[in-house]
């Protein structure tokens, strides 16, 4: 897999949205009729998150999260940080309902997951909203990966 500095967020390893955008236009530039999909794994700000954000551990958590998550994606996979709570893998092969269960599955790991709070030594436990998009005909890689990042939004658990 490529690690080049531009392309990875350097919190967690993982590709940056934009590496993904351009991963969605080659992959249409020579697999035009291929379907192409995104699933998206978005932080629950729920009283654990609140806790890890108040002992200032939630970032860190977050990013392990990250580089837990580049390593539950298939290899012909890609999985990315959209922002500081999303994550999103990019399937190689498949629609929207094999996206949304690769992020299931990442998501179920990571909420099995305990994470140090500081607070006594008392772990807390994240958990994550799943979803997934397909991309349109007319759309380009940058609003795709946009689309998936605003996809659970408004969206409550």
Do not use: K, Y
């Not at 991963?23 to 530039?29: D, H, P």
């Not at 959209?82 to 299931?104: M, P, Y």
């Amino acid at each position: 897999r490529m690690r080049l500095p531009e392309v990875v967020d350097t919190a967690s390893g993982l590709h940056t949205s934009g590496f993904m955008a351009a991963c969605v236009n080659a992959r249409r530039a020579t697999r035009p009729d291929a379907p192409q999909a995104i699933g998206v794994l978005r932080l629950i700000e729920d009283e654990a998150a609140g806790t890890l954000r108040r002992f200032a551990a939630l970032d860190s958590a977050l990013a392990q999260a990250g580089a837990m998550a580049d390593r539950l994606v298939r290899a012909e996979d890609l999985a990315a940080r959209l922002d500081e709570t999303t994550f999103a893998v990019l399937t190689a092969v498949g629609g929207r309902s094999a996206a949304e269960a690769a992020a299931r599955r990442i998501a179920a790991v990571l909420e099995c997951s305990a994470w140090p709070t500081g607070e006594t030594g008392r772990p807390a436990s994240l958990a994550f909203a799943c979803g997934a998009c397909e991309i349109t005909s007319d759309a380009d890689g940058a609003a795709f990966v946009e689309r998936a990042r605003r996809l659970l939004e408004t969206r409550r658990p």
